[in-house]
């Protein structure tokens, strides 16, 4: 099966990986892949410029940490991030509300 790639939505599906608890890049990159039933497989380039660009946005913030036993940095949500996680999701589901409503004309 072709993965599908909807690069207009990749900082709603960072946002949602991380609304649990923070990750470092590979497991969101590993949570969002297992998530969609590997829909959606964004290689490492894609979405560390994506972290960064969240993270200077203030939506998340990252620390450095030891995960099995090696130092990696992790992300977590602001309190902005779950702002903007919320308005996100609140817009996506007006648009596939949306295109639902014409495709079932």
Do not use: K
Not at 52 to 58: F, Q, S, T
């Amino acid at each position: 099966m072709a993965r599908e790639q909807y690069s207009g939505h990749l900082d709603l599906l960072l946002l949602a990986a991380l609304r649990a608890r923070p990750l470092h890049g590979y497991a969101i990159i590993d949570q969002v892949r297992r998530s969609s039933g590997n829909r959606f497989d964004y290689p490492e380039g894609t979405v560390y410029p994506a972290l960064h660009r969240l993270e200077d946005g203030g939506l998340l913030r990252s620390r450095w940490g030891d995960v099995d036993g090696r130092r990696r940095r992790e992300y977590e949500l602001t309190a902005r991030g779950v702002e903007a996680l919320a308005e996100q999701r609140s817009e996506w589901d007006r648009f596939t509300a949306g295109v639902r409503a014409v495709l079932e004309q």
